[in-house]
């Protein structure tokens, strides 16, 4: 029998066609307590394996992994192609309004409160040039992204309220832009409003070193109002021009890789996600694997409802023919067969039931022992505090910490009690969070 490096009891007894109840029997002669769902190493199973008489061949998570290993494109077979924009901001500055005057929708109204709810991928296309829009309802989301190593998006546009200026969130923004290292774009929006002060917003930038090109610096910035729908044909240009700078390009004639973008269940039409198409074209009929998921692509639906035949890179489409919902943030890969789908699927369903029984050593630790071998040269914090002047004076007593081996660099610092966002961010940039004087909500804590 085959045996892969974990190894649930129930799956041990069913490749040796054998009764459960015998096999806990026989782990527990040998003194080891479990639980029909509990997962065996490697050794135990095969222990177990020969004393019911088999022969046992190990299959290793590098055998089963090979089959979608990612492989470099020539030169020759990149094609240029659109690029992909995440619009954020804090609460209420206007980030869906945007969305909804260029694609000429009517998101927001669809919006429970005017809040986005879920995360959609939508396109907008003028004068024969497209760019896809990400529209995430907060930044947990953004970073959750990131944090499973998932870099979706090639600009960020920054939306601040000409008369609301900087906020917390619009801070958030920043610290995610900049911890995965992606150009921003400013839009100053609600430039139609009488209170509205543009100049404001540019200088309570610059103490976030966003310096824009108007004080010299090489952030662009577009003042626009998608209410009246002024200047977003600049703000496009201004999303192409970046993008021209950043030369991106696919190879559409390989096979298909991306991105969860969000899933859900459908009464009628079972897991439904949106995947962003990042390499090769997605076919009807593809099959694909996707985190501990798998499936054959049923059917392909663009932004606006209507049916495609494929996807190219860098465009976003609905797909149906999932087994069960992925999660937000997993990769997207098609295989050759159903069969090596449902094998690494299984696989990874496995490895993620063996982590949660597995008790991993702090991530403390785990830094101490990286920056003793000379792994680590940076050590990234995310400061919470009850007021402002606090986190300063923390920030500029842990930045004289540093040393030649290790600097210390502050993420984030700011008000109130710790949330799943700092969080998501300290854990993506692999660092920690210090809070003085502030509790951590309960979710957040969960989280950490």
Same mark, same amino acid.
């Given at each position: 029998?085959?045996?892969?490096?974990?190894?649930?009891?129930?799956?041990?007894?069913?490749?040796?066609?054998?009764?459960?109840?015998?096999?806990?029997?026989?782990?527990?002669?040998?003194?080891?307590?479990?639980?029909? *769902?509990?997962?065996?190493?490697?050794?135990?199973?095969?222990?177990?394996?020969?004393?019911?008489?088999?022969?046992?061949?190990?299959?290793?998570?590098?055998?089963?992994?090979?089959?979608?290993? #990612?492989?470099?494109?020539?030169?020759?077979?990149?094609?240029?192609?659109?690029?992909?924009?995440?619009?954020?901001?804090?609460? #209420?500055?206007?980030?869906?309004?945007?969305?909804?005057?260029?694609?000429?929708?009517?998101?927001?109204?669809?919006?429970?409160?005017?809040?986005?709810?879920?995360?959609?991928?939508?396109?907008?296309?003028?004068?024969?040039?497209?760019?896809?829009?990400?529209?995430?309802?907060?930044?947990?989301?953004?970073?959750?992204?990131?944090?499973?190593?998932?870099?979706?998006?090639?600009?960020?546009?920054?939306?601040?309220?000409?008369?609301?200026?900087?906020?917390?969130?619009?801070?958030?923004?920043?610290?995610?832009?900049?911890?995965?290292?992606?150009?921003?774009?400013?839009?100053?929006?609600?430039? #139609?409003?009488?209170?509205?002060?543009?100049?404001?917003?540019?200088?309570?930038?610059?103490?976030?070193?966003?310096?824009? &090109?108007?004080?010299?610096? #090489?952030?662009?910035?577009?003042?626009?109002?998608?209410?009246?729908?002024?200047?977003?044909?600049?703000?496009?240009?201004?999303?192409?021009?970046?993008?021209?700078?950043?030369?991106?390009?696919?190879?559409?004639?390989?096979?298909?890789?991306?991105?969860?973008?969000?899933?859900?269940?459908?009464?009628?039409?079972?897991?439904?996600?949106?995947?962003?198409?990042?390499?090769?074209?997605?076919?009807?009929?593809?099959?694909?694997?996707?985190?501990?998921?798998?499936?054959?692509?049923?059917?392909?639906?663009?932004?606006?409802?209507?049916?495609?035949?494929?996807?190219?890179?860098? =465009?976003?489409?609905?797909?149906?023919?999932?087994?069960?919902?992925?999660?937000?943030?997993?990769?997207?890969?098609?295989?050759?067969?159903?069969?090596?789908?449902?094998?690494?699927?299984?696989?990874?369903?496995?490895?993620?039931?063996?982590?949660?029984?597995?008790?991993?050593?702090?991530?403390?630790?785990?830094?101490?022992?990286?920056?003793?071998?000379?792994?680590?040269?940076?050590?990234?914090?995310?400061?919470?505090?009850?007021?402002?002047?606090?986190?300063?004076?923390?920030?500029?007593?842990?930045?004289?910490?540093?040393?030649? &081996?290790?600097?210390?660099?502050?993420?984030?610092?700011?008000?109130?009690?710790? *949330?799943?966002?700092?969080?998501?961010?300290?854990?993506?940039?692999?660092? =920690?969070?210090?809070? =003085?004087?502030?509790?951590?909500?309960?979710?957040?804590?969960?989280?950490?």
């Amino acid at each position: 029998i085959i045996i892969p490096e974990i190894i649930t009891v129930q799956e041990l007894a069913n490749r040796m066609a054998e009764k459960v109840s015998d096999v806990v029997k026989t782990l527990m002669n040998m003194g080891i307590m479990v639980t029909v *769902t509990q997962a065996l190493e490697v050794e135990t199973a095969t222990i177990i394996a020969t004393e019911f008489g088999h022969t046992v061949k190990i299959v290793t998570g590098g055998d089963i992994l090979k089959e979608i290993e #990612d492989h470099e494109d020539k030169e020759a077979d990149l094609l240029p192609r659109p690029p992909v924009v995440t619009i954020m901001g804090h609460v #209420d500055h206007g980030k869906t309004s945007i969305l909804d005057s260029l694609r000429n929708s009517k998101i927001i109204s669809a919006e429970a409160g005017g809040i986005t709810q879920h995360i959609g991928a939508y396109q907008t296309n003028n004068n024969n040039k497209t760019i896809t829009y990400i529209d995430t309802p907060g930044h947990e989301a953004f970073s959750n992204m990131r944090l499973r190593g998932a870099q979706t998006t090639d600009i960020i546009v920054l939306v601040v309220a000409a008369n609301d200026s900087v906020k917390p969130q619009t801070i958030e923004a920043i610290s995610h832009a900049k911890a995965a290292k992606v150009p921003i774009i400013v839009a100053i929006n609600k430039i #139609d409003l009488p209170s509205a002060d543009p100049d404001k917003v540019r200088n309570d930038l610059l103490s976030h070193e966003i310096i824009v &090109e108007k004080l010299r610096g #090489d952030v662009l910035d577009v003042e626009i109002s998608a209410l009246k729908k002024l200047n977003l044909e600049k703000l496009e240009e201004a999303i192409h021009l970046q993008a021209e700078l950043l030369k991106l390009n696919a190879n559409p004639h390989r096979s298909s890789r991306g991105i969860i973008i969000e899933s859900k269940l459908d009464k009628g039409r079972g897991a439904i996600a949106t995947v962003l198409v990042q390499k090769g074209t997605l076919k009807i009929g593809d099959i694909f694997v996707s985190g501990s998921t798998w499936g054959k692509v049923k059917a392909l639906i663009k932004d606006k409802g209507t049916s495609i035949k494929n996807v190219p890179p860098s =465009f976003p489409a609905e797909v149906l023919g999932f087994n069960s919902s992925p999660i937000a943030g997993d990769d997207f890969i098609v295989v050759e067969n159903e069969n090596i789908a449902r094998k690494i699927a299984e696989y990874r369903k496995e490895k993620a039931l063996q982590k949660k029984n597995i008790v991993d050593p702090t991530n403390i630790e785990q830094m101490i022992k990286q920056i003793s071998q000379g792994k680590i040269a940076s050590l990234p914090v995310v400061i919470k505090t009850d007021v402002y002047g606090s986190a300063e004076a923390i920030e500029n007593s842990i930045l004289k910490l540093s040393t030649k &081996e290790v600097a210390v660099q502050v993420l984030l610092k700011g008000v109130g009690g710790i *949330t799943e966002s700092d969080v998501t961010l300290a854990v993506s940039g692999k660092g =920690f969070i210090i809070g =003085f004087t502030v509790r951590a909500m309960s979710k957040a804590r969960e989280i950490a």
